[in-house]
C-alpha cells in the first residue's frame, strides 16, 4: 500500500496531466456545429432521400418498368404498376414508403437507365408517418414532403 | 448475545437503465453490498435476423446484417455474411477489393472500440474522454460518408468485391487521419491510463482467469485479456490479413483494467494495418465480374468466422442450392461474453456492476440478434 504522501502526489500529478491536456484542446479549432441552423455538407454518395428524375429531352420519365428495383429491395418498400403495351407503356404508380426504406442502395445499383437515385437530403422526418409514402408525383419533385423541422429558435 | 438477521435482497438493473448499453436487465443477487449472483435476462431487442435472413437472398442479407446484427460493425457483418457465401459458392475476389475490405473492416474496428473508450469512461465518470472519442469517431464516419454513402450501415461489401472504388484522393485522407489518430491515442493514454482514479476504478477489478475464459468460450479482447492469444485474423487469415504485419496484444491480468489496455493498443494495431494495406492497395478492379446479384449458392454447408470488435463472430450457412439460404447460424461474440459477466461479477460491490458490464463491450442487438 503506498503511502498517503506518494498516493496524494499521484492524485495531483493525474489532476494535472488531464487538465493540461483539456486546456491543450481548447486552443485548437472546434468541431461542432449549431445543427438546425447551420447544416452540414453531405458527400456525392451520400444515401439520402430517393427521387425519379425526368428525362429532360423527352420529358418522359427514365423509368422503363423492369421492375428489378421492386425485386431487389430488402424491406420491398417499393410499388410499381404499368399499364399499356409495348411503347405505350406508362407507370400508373410509383410508390416508395420511406419509413420501410433501409437505404442501402441496392434500387439505385440495379436500375438500368438511372431512373432512381439518390439526394443529397437528410432530413426525412415528419410529424405524420403517412407524409412517408412517395408517390410518383413527390419522387419526381424529390423533395421531402413537409417543411424540415427547423428547431426551436426560428 | 444474538446476531444481526441478514439476508439476500436481489435488485433489477434494467432493461432502461442508462448505464446497460442497450436493453439488458440484470437480476442482481445482494448480501449487503456484495453481489452473490447475476442473471443477465436478454431478449428485449431480438429480431429474428436469423429467420429473416432465410427470406432474403444473399445481396439483400448483407443489408439485413448491417442492421439486424452489431450495428456499431456493419461492416464486419457484412464480411462474416458475405465469407460464408463466398466460400460456399466459390466466388473470387480481386485482390484490390480485399485489401479495401481489410481497410474499411479496421477502420470499423477503430470506430467501435472509440465508442466503447467513449461510453465506458461516462460509466466511470470521465465524460471528457466520451466528447473526444466521438469527436475522432466523426472523422472516420466521414471517411465511410465519402465512400460507401452511409456512415452507420453501408451495405458496401457485395458478392466478389466491393460496390464502388475509392473515390480519388480518398487514400491520402485516410492516411492523413491515421498520422492525426495516432497522436490523439497518446491522449487518450495521457488523460487515462496513469489516471490514479481510473486505475482504481478498473485495476483489479472484475478477473476472469484463464481457465474460466476458455471454459465459457469468450473471445476477443475479453478473452486476450485474461491471457488467452486467440485472434481470427491470425489463426485463420482472411481477406489482406496474411500480408500485412500485426501484434496481437495480449494481458494476463484479466480485469477491467487489462481489457481497457487490450483494446488501446488494438486501435494502435489497427492503425498499423490500415497504414500498411494503403501503401500496398493494388491497382485493378474492385469487383469480379459475372457475380449475379441473385446468386445461387451450391447446396452444401459452411462454418466461417471473421474477427468482429467483440471477437470471434461465426456464422454457419446451409444451403439448399436455392437463391436464399435455408438456415443461418449467428455466433455472436458479445452473447458468449455476456455469459461470462456472471463469473466476473461474483463478488464484487454494486458500485463495480457498471465498471466490469462495460469492460466486456456488449452490443444489445448482437446479444439478441
Known sequence: MP???????????????????????LTRPKVTLLYPLEKSNVSPRWHGLLALPVDTETGNDKCIICFQCERICPSRCIHIEATGKGKERVLTRFDIEMDKCQYCGLCVEVCPTEAIVFTPHYEASTYNRANLLYTLEDLHRAAPKEP??????R | MRSLRTEELILNMGPQHP?????LRLVVTLDGE???????????????????????NYTQNIALADRGMDYLAALVNEMAVLRAAETLADVPVPERARYIRTIFMELQRLASHLLWLGTYGIDLGAFTAFLWCMRERELIMDLFESVTGGRLHHVYFRLGGVNEDLPPGWTDRCREFCHYFLNRLDEYHKLLTGNPIWKARTQGVGVLTREQAIAFGACGPVARASGLAWDVR?????????RVEFQVPVY???DCYARYLVRMDEMRESTRIILQCLDQLPEGEVRAPRVPLNLKVPAGEVYTRVESPRGDLGIHLVSTGGEFPWRVKI????????HALTEMMRGWKVADIIAILGSIDIVLADVDR
Open chain 1, 3 to 25: 503511502s498517503l504522501l506518494q498516493r496524494t502526489a499521484e492524485a495531483v500529478q493525474g489532476l494535472v496531466t488531464g487538465l493540461g491536456i483539456t486546456f491543450q484542446n
Open chain 1, 148 to 153: 424540415v423541422a427547423r428547431g426551436i429558435l
Open chain 2, 19 to 23: 448505464s446497460t448499453h442497450g436493453v
Open chain 2, 34 to 56: 456484495n453481489i452473490v449472483e447475476v442473471q443477465p435476462d436478454i431478449g428485449y431487442l431480438h429480431s429474428s435476423v436469423e429467420k429473416m435472413m432465410e427470406h432474403r
Open chain 2, 234 to 242: 491470425k489463426s485463420h487469415p482472411y481477406e489482406a490479413y496474411d
Open chain 2, 252 to 254: 494476463t491480468e484479466g
Open chain 2, 331 to 338: 455466433r455472436a461474440p458479445s452473447f458468449v461474453n455476456l
